[in-house]
């Protein structure tokens, strides 16, 4: 068997063992954090797996789903487990932003962390040529992928504790050329100019921004971008580590992000693909 067949099928259910832990509500990395994971779709999703990794080093985490419907696989992941809580919030709806902050006060008072785990832009462009890209698509994008973070930032600032962390989740596409990422590209550039801004205006308040970039993985969002399998395998063939990035290692990325580990970093893109980023030819 290969490593990385190994490594796919290693759980993040691991990291209740790491460092001894009896208890990851007690005694975890994130022990008596709480915070909110916005929006997961399915287990498969990279929320999902940073979702996991926080609640399982011992945080109380919300997570989102963006409408009722898409809610119902989210109830299924976290039921009977009692340090998960829902939330809805669909990052269009400006209304529901305040609806977010009255669900936090009513269930957590306060938030020690917060990630961002949205992007959407129109199928159409994400086909053809990126020169061909409408007005509308390019703002649909720009609004869902980037200016969502901005907007739940500005939400959740009087509702984080000193030392808290904000994180996004961005791709290689922000700083290459990618054929097929096209528009996505620059809205995960927008993301990442905009969570290097949002570092110095929540610095002053003791709150880090951050973001992961994570290789290609199979998730509902990446099946968007044509040709995923075939980026999957050629990254595995490419990478350093000989094998793509799977969501597990996002989700210990995250715990490390998240927790106060990482106390003196902010501003900073932080890759998980493997190595792939730093080839050349």
């Known amino acids: 068997m290969s490593a990385s067949t190994l490594l796919q099928g290693y759980s993040v259910r691991a990291y209740r063992y790491a460092g001894g832990m009896s208890d990851p509500g007690t005694s975890g990395l994130l022990a ?5 994971v916005l929006n997961i779709t399915n287990k498969n999703s990279i929320g999902w797996a940073i979702a996991e990794a926080a609640h399982l080093h ?3 985490v919300g997570v989102g789903g963006q409408n009722e419907r898409l809610l119902e696989s989210v109830l299924k992941l ?3 487990q009692p340090r998960f809580k829902s939330f809805t919030i669909d990052f269009g709806n ?27 832009a129109p ?7 990126f020169i061909d890209t409408t007005r509308e ?5 720009l609004d869902v992928s980037c200016y969502s973070f901005l907007k739940l930032a500005a939400t959740v600032k009087p509702l984080m504790n000193p030392g808290g962390s904000l994180m996004t989740l961005t791709y290689l596409g922000s700083v290459r050329a990618m054929r097929a990422y096209n528009v996505m590209g620059v809205a995960k550039a927008a993301l990442e100019s905009t969570m290097r801004y949002l570092a110095i205006d929540l610095g002053e308040v003791g709150v880090r921004v951050n973001a992961l970039s994570p290789g290609p993985m199979n998730t509902v969002a990446a099946r968007g971008v044509p040709g995923l399998r075939e980026m999957i395998d050629f990254v595995s063939e490419k990478a350093p580590m000989k094998r793509a990035a799977v969501q597990e290692d996002v989700g210990g990325s995250a715990v490390y992000l998240l927790s106060e580990l990482s106390s003196g970093v902010t501003g900073e893109v932080i890759y ?8 050349a030819m």
Do not use: P, R, T, W
């Not at 008596?32 to 909110?36: M, S």
């Not at 209304?95 to 949205?118: I, N, P, R, T, W």
């Open 32 to 36: 008596g954090k709480k915070g909110l």
């Open 94 to 120: 400006d209304a529901e932003y305040d609806q977010l902050v009255e669900q936090v006060k009513k269930s957590y008072g306060s938030l020690d962390f917060v990630v961002h785990s949205a992007a959407f």
């Open 272 to 279: 998980v693909d493997a190595g792939y980023n730093i080839m």
């Open 58 to 60: 011992g945080a109380e």
């Open 123 to 129: 199928k159409e462009a994400m086909q053809g040529k």
């Open 78 to 80: 976290i039921e009977g």
């Open 137 to 141: 698509d390019f703002a649909v994008a």
